[in-house]
């Protein structure tokens, strides 16, 4: 037996002690839907910076609107807004009853969505529901006596509801009842539920129909419009479909005949649109490269109020009809519902003395003044994380990307403010006391733990989605300013498809975005997207965009499976470009079922040769990811750790900013600026490590990270290895052919290392360095802290790395990726099955080869 199995470890060993500690876990976990990170940013409400959504008052002279997880009265044509509500909760959604009485709304409280109702006269609130459920988008029928909503109470999905509301002493819902149908629709949605949803409802003016959005019928986007009798078992018909995505809200005009919706009808952006309400063609009403969402037609249906992110930010306007006159409903002056003061937080690093950009975190720690609750400028974008601790974190962790000095205005009180700036920096948390009306200066220096760049390491994140349908509208400055304050010198800006639009096609370009600089570089690639083969990375692509960038999309023109990824592969490296595999296992590949078990063509292109890194690090869970990865190399492929975040940097709540995972190559700059295609070669020849933190340094004699040693015979190497880290970490281990053959002793703070040990090399393989911790540690937004190096592979005579049990590991993937085959039907020609035969026969071949011990 070798040394490396003697004193191996199981990679379980891993997922066992993290599954011991506590985890994050996905916010609204009683929503059984697919692809929980585009439905929560784009129907969910978000506490952005600006408005979000917007109800009429029944005179038409006043607004009120949902403003960072807070309601606000306005009176139109002034720039004064009041504070309705104020913690301890999120509060979104309002609508205003016919009398002008109350308002009802979505509340959050960090565990589920409730129906919440505000006096408007007396100014108290109460609950209205709180079924546990996610409750969502209220709407009051023209009388009053009736309330229409979107709840998940049955079955945890999406559908319409309608209760009557009983005024007594007290109001109340009564007589609560879903009024649209349970449907397995049996179509092939990847995106979404097989069963059909229904959200958006909005009534007739006499109180009898609702008018719904909904996918039956339908694959792909969240569904066209359809008019229905407000009571159960009623009927639909389709007014109108188009694709959507969670963001038409239609509202149907008091006059009966219009309704206005938001959509994008082929194009790249939502605009207003309206449709005839008994049917027909949809003509647009507003343009621009920009969202129009969330449209609400005045008592009088002469304007529609909406929200506009043309600014970047979200903004609230108005716009006539006809006339087309918009008018911006600004609140420059604010009045607040508790006692408030002003934080001033200015970032500076401490060996220049000058400010910097960084994320940063504020949040109220006073009981009584919405403790939990995080607040940010407000011009900042507010984000927050999508996930939280349960038990240690009342709300998701919220944050904002600051330039160096931003004003924060705070419950009076007590506040804790957090400030990163990437692993190269320590992370930085403060408390401050703010009293009421007092304005309190914070100066924060953050210090280096490690100067990369000055080595030669360059650190980027190779998977980002600049607009992706989120509540913001970003830009390449605002993407550099977000990049910059994360400590990142590279962002690689994957343009792809969000169904059937391309948000940032525009963007696109073979060079580097002409804002880089010497230290940054903004670089536009593409991911290509097929449910059945996994979605690929294309990075340094120098002459075009890879059109459709999508196959294997049942019901379009699309529906082949042709180009494989293999091909998507050679069409990048026909233009100098890198393809890698991107966001890979979130859960361990399960090779006994066939659908859904086993994803992705990934080891049929590594034994073909297509594919120049792997995502080690990404939208996905590092140690499973490893666990696939140490597989493939223990055949013998070499394949480099890249690190992608998969961000959507204009989402108001995202797993992450850019750079939360990133990938530091090292290249040779000689003193020069930082080089967009000697990066990318650094990559592909595999000198690289991957973090969301900790900071690694490992050599094997002289060699470094993507080196090759050579050796007669067995022999003893020295492995150095180094870490600094921001944060704690509880693991630091020396990985050798899959297994762990050294574990590491940290300092007291679990923060530094610095190790020189002996290690045997008696047979040909590989080793890495990797760093993790048992459990999530804030700042870091991910699952938990992690770092590893890329291989120093050692070659001893001439033997090559193999593993049988690695190798039939896969030959059996490949047998379930042949069994799902066997059920796709939409081929264009009978050759492109036989070539994608021929490619898995080429694979198994390989595999075969190499399961022979030589």
């Given at each position: 037996?070798?040394?490396?199995?003697?004193?191996?470890?199981?990679?379980l060993?891993?997922?066992?002690?993290?599954?011991?500690?506590?985890?994050?876990?996905?916010?609204?976990?009683?929503?059984?839907?697919p692809?929980?990170?585009?439905?929560?940013?784009?129907?969910?409400?978000?506490?952005?910076?600006?408005?979000?959504?917007?109800?009429?008052s029944?005179?038409?002279k006043?607004?009120?609107?949902?403003?960072?997880?807070?309601?606000?009265?306005?009176?139109?044509?002034?720039?004064d807004?009041r504070q309705?509500?104020?913690?301890?909760?999120?509060?979104?959604?309002?609508?205003?009853?016919?009398?002008?009485?109350?308002?009802?709304?979505?509340?959050?409280d960090?565990?589920a969505?409730?129906?919440?109702?505000?006096?408007v006269?007396?100014?108290?609130?109460?609950?209205?529901?709180?079924?546990?459920?996610?409750?969502?988008?209220?709407?009051?029928?023209?009388?009053?006596?009736?309330l229409?909503?979107?709840?998940?109470?049955?079955?945890?999905?999406?559908?319409?509801?309608?209760?009557?509301?009983?005024r007594?002493?007290?109001?109340?819902?009564?007589?609560?009842?879903r009024?649209?149908?349970?449907?397995?629709?049996?179509?092939?949605?990847?995106y979404y539920s097989?069963?059909?949803?229904?959200?958006?409802?909005?009534?007739?003016?006499?109180?009898?129909?609702l008018?719904?959005?909904?996918?039956?019928?339908?694959?792909y986007?969240?569904?066209?419009?359809?008019?229905?009798?407000a009571?159960?078992?009623?009927?639909?018909?389709?007014?109108?479909?188009?694709?959507?995505?969670?963001?038409?809200?239609?509202?149907w005009?008091r006059?009966?005949?219009?309704?206005?919706?938001s959509?994008?009808?082929?194009?790249?952006?939502?605009?207003?649109?309206l449709?005839?309400a008994?049917?027909g063609?949809?003509?647009?009403?507003?343009?621009?490269?920009?969202d129009?969402?969330?449209?609400?037609?005045?008592?009088?249906?002469r304007?529609?109020?909406?929200?506009?992110?043309?600014?970047?930010?979200?903004?609230?306007?108005?716009v006539?009809?006809?006339?087309?006159?918009r008018t911006?409903?600004?609140?420059?002056?604010?009045?607040?519902?508790?006692?408030?003061?002003?934080?001033?937080?200015?970032?500076?690093d401490?060996?220049?003395?000058?400010?910097?950009?960084?994320?940063?975190?504020?949040?109220?720690?006073?009981?009584?003044?919405?403790?939990?609750?995080?607040?940010?400028?407000?011009?900042?974008w507010?984000?927050v994380?999508?996930?939280?601790?349960?038990?240690?974190?009342?709300?998701?962790?919220?944050y904002?990307?600051?330039?160096?000095?931003?004003t924060?205005?705070?419950?009076?009180?007590?506040?804790?403010?957090?400030?990163?700036?990437?692993?190269?920096?320590?992370?930085t948390?403060r408390?401050?006391?703010?009293?009421?009306?007092e304005?309190?200066?914070?100066?924060?220096?953050?210090?280096?733990?490690?100067?990369?760049?000055?080595?030669?390491?360059w650190?980027?994140?190779?998977h980002v989605?600049?607009?992706?349908?989120?509540?913001?509208?970003?830009?390449?400055?605002?993407?550099?300013?977000q990049?910059?304050?994360?400590?990142?010198?590279?962002?690689?800006?994957?343009?792809?498809?969000?169904?059937?639009?391309?948000?940032?096609?525009a963007?696109?370009?073979?060079?580097?975005?002409?804002?880089?600089?010497?230290?940054f570089?903004?670089?536009?690639?593409q991911?290509?997207?097929?449910g059945?083969?996994?979605?690929?990375?294309?990075?340094?692509?120098?002459?075009?965009?890879?059109?459709?960038?999508?196959?294997?999309?049942?019901?379009?023109?699309?529906a082949?499976?042709v180009?494989t990824?293999?091909?998507?592969?050679d069409?990048?490296?026909?233009?100098a470009?890198?393809?890698g595999?991107?966001?890979?296992?979130?859960?361990?590949?399960?090779?006994?079922?066939?659908?859904?078990?086993?994803?992705?063509?990934l080891?049929?292109?590594?034994?073909l040769?297509?594919?120049?890194?792997?995502?080690?690090?990404?939208?996905?869970?590092?140690?499973?990811?490893?666990?696939?990865?140490?597989r493939?190399?223990?055949?013998?492929?070499?394949?480099?750790?890249?690190?992608?975040?998969?961000?959507?940097?204009?989402?108001?709540?995202?797993?992450?900013?850019?750079?939360?995972?990133?990938?530091?190559a090292?290249?040779?700059?000689?003193?020069?600026?930082?080089?967009?295609?000697?990066?990318?070669?650094?990559?592909?020849?595999?000198?690289?490590?991957?973090?969301?933190?900790?900071?690694l340094?490992?050599?094997?004699?002289?060699?470094?990270?993507?080196?090759?040693i050579?050796?007669?015979?067995?022999?003893?190497?020295?492995?150095?290895?180094?870490?600094?880290?921001?944060?704690?970490?509880?693991?630091?281990?020396l990985?050798g052919n899959?297994r762990?053959?050294a574990?590491?002793?940290?300092?007291?703070?679990h923060m530094?290392?610095?190790?020189?040990?002996?290690?045997?090399?008696?047979?040909?393989?590989?080793?890495?360095?990797?760093?993790?911790?048992?459990?999530?540690?804030?700042?870091?937004?991910?699952?938990?802290?992690?770092a590893?190096t890329?291989?120093?592979?050692?070659?001893?005579?001439?033997?090559?790395?193999?593993?049988?049990?690695?190798?039939?590991?896969?030959?059996?993937w490949?047998?379930?990726?042949?069994?799902?085959?066997?059920?796709q039907t939409?081929?264009?020609?009978?050759?492109?099955?036989?070539?994608?035969?021929?490619?898995?026969a080429?694979?198994?071949?390989?595999?075969?080869r190499?399961?022979?011990?030589?």
């Open positions: 037996m070798s040394f490396l199995a003697a004193l191996g470890m199981t990679w060993v891993a997922a066992a002690a993290t599954a011991q500690a506590p985890q994050r876990e996905q916010v609204l976990q009683q929503v059984k839907v692809h929980a990170y585009y439905w929560r940013e784009m129907y969910v409400p978000q506490a952005t910076s600006g408005p979000s959504a917007v109800t009429w029944p005179d038409g006043d607004v009120i609107y949902s403003m960072q997880g807070s309601l606000w009265r306005q009176r139109l044509g002034t720039t807004a309705l509500t104020a913690g301890p909760r999120y509060d979104y959604q309002p609508d205003w009853s016919p009398d002008g009485r109350y308002v009802v709304y979505a509340s959050y960090g565990n969505i409730d129906l919440r109702m505000l006096d006269e007396r100014g108290t609130t109460q609950t209205l529901l709180a079924n546990g459920g996610v409750n969502l988008e209220p709407r009051w029928s023209p009388d009053g006596k009736r229409a909503f979107v709840s998940t109470a049955f079955n945890a999905r999406w559908h319409v509801f309608v209760a009557d509301v009983k007594d002493d007290d109001v109340r819902l009564d007589s609560v009842e009024v649209t149908e349970d449907r397995d629709s049996g179509l092939p949605r990847y097989v069963f059909d949803h229904y959200i958006s409802p909005s009534w007739s003016p006499d109180g009898r129909e008018i719904l959005v909904s996918n039956r019928g339908h694959i986007g969240t569904g066209g419009i359809w008019r229905m009798e009571r159960a078992g009623a009927p639909l018909r389709e007014l109108h479909f188009e694709e959507t995505t969670w963001k038409a809200r239609p509202d005009a006059d009966g005949t219009r309704i206005v919706y959509g994008y009808h082929g194009r790249q952006w939502n605009q207003l649109w449709l005839p008994a049917g063609d949809p003509i647009q009403l507003t343009y621009g490269d920009f129009a969402t969330a449209p609400r037609w005045s008592p009088d249906a304007h529609i109020a909406y929200i506009s992110n043309e600014g970047g930010n979200t903004s609230l306007w108005t006539d009809v006809p006339g087309g006159k911006r409903v600004d609140a420059r002056t604010r009045t607040y519902a508790e006692p408030m003061g002003r934080l001033v937080v200015t970032v500076v401490s060996a220049t003395r000058r400010t910097m950009p960084a994320r940063v975190s504020v949040a109220a720690a006073t009981a009584g003044a919405g403790a939990g609750r995080f607040f940010a400028p407000d011009g900042a507010r984000h994380d999508e996930a939280r601790v349960r038990g240690e974190q009342p709300f998701e962790y919220g904002f990307h600051t330039a160096g000095t931003d924060i205005t705070v419950p009076a009180g007590r506040a804790i403010v957090e400030v990163w700036h990437g692993p190269e920096y320590r992370t948390r408390e401050v006391m703010v009293g009421p009306g304005a309190q200066t914070m100066r924060i220096s953050l210090a280096r733990l490690s100067d990369l760049p000055s080595k030669g390491w650190g980027g994140d190779l989605h600049m607009n992706y349908g989120g509540a913001y509208r970003n830009t390449p400055p605002h993407l550099a300013l990049a910059r304050a994360e400590g990142l010198h590279v962002v690689e800006n994957l343009i792809v498809n969000k169904e059937q639009r391309i948000p940032d096609i963007y696109w370009r073979p060079d580097p975005d002409p804002l880089s600089t010497r230290d570089v903004l670089a536009y690639g991911e290509f997207h097929t059945f083969w996994g979605h690929a990375g294309l990075v340094g692509l120098s002459d075009h965009y890879l059109l459709p960038d999508y196959a294997g999309y049942p019901g379009t023109a699309m082949s499976l180009p990824n293999a091909d998507v592969a069409m990048a490296h026909a233009q470009g890198l393809m595999y991107v966001h890979p296992f979130d859960f361990r590949p399960d090779l006994s079922k066939v659908e859904g078990g086993v994803p992705y063509e080891p049929v292109d590594v034994a040769g297509k594919v120049d890194y792997i995502e080690a690090m990404g939208y996905s869970d590092h140690l499973i990811t490893s666990e696939v990865w140490y493939l190399l223990n055949c013998g492929f070499r394949l480099p750790a890249g690190a992608g975040t998969d961000a959507f940097p204009n989402f108001a709540a995202l797993r992450g900013p850019p750079g939360l995972v990133r990938v530091y090292h290249v040779d700059s000689g003193g020069r600026a930082l080089d967009h295609r000697r990066w990318l070669a650094a990559i592909k020849a595999g000198r690289t490590f991957v973090t969301n933190a900790p900071v340094e490992f050599t094997l004699g002289r060699s470094q990270i993507g080196d090759e050579r050796l007669a015979s067995a022999a003893q190497l020295t492995a150095h290895v180094r870490l600094r880290s921001p944060v704690p970490v509880d693991h630091l281990e990985i899959g762990v053959v574990t590491f002793r940290l300092s007291d703070d530094s290392a610095d190790t020189t040990i002996s290690v045997p090399a008696d047979a040909s393989g590989w080793f890495v360095v990797r760093a993790w911790s048992d459990r999530p540690r804030l700042p870091v937004l991910d699952l938990y802290p992690f590893s890329s291989p120093i592979y050692v070659t001893v005579g001439s033997s090559p790395v193999r593993s049988k049990q690695d190798a039939e590991y896969f030959l059996g490949l047998d379930r990726v042949d069994e799902a085959l066997g059920s939409g081929w264009n020609t009978p050759a492109e099955r036989e070539q994608v035969m021929q490619m898995l080429a694979a198994r071949a390989e595999f075969t190499r399961r022979t011990i030589q």
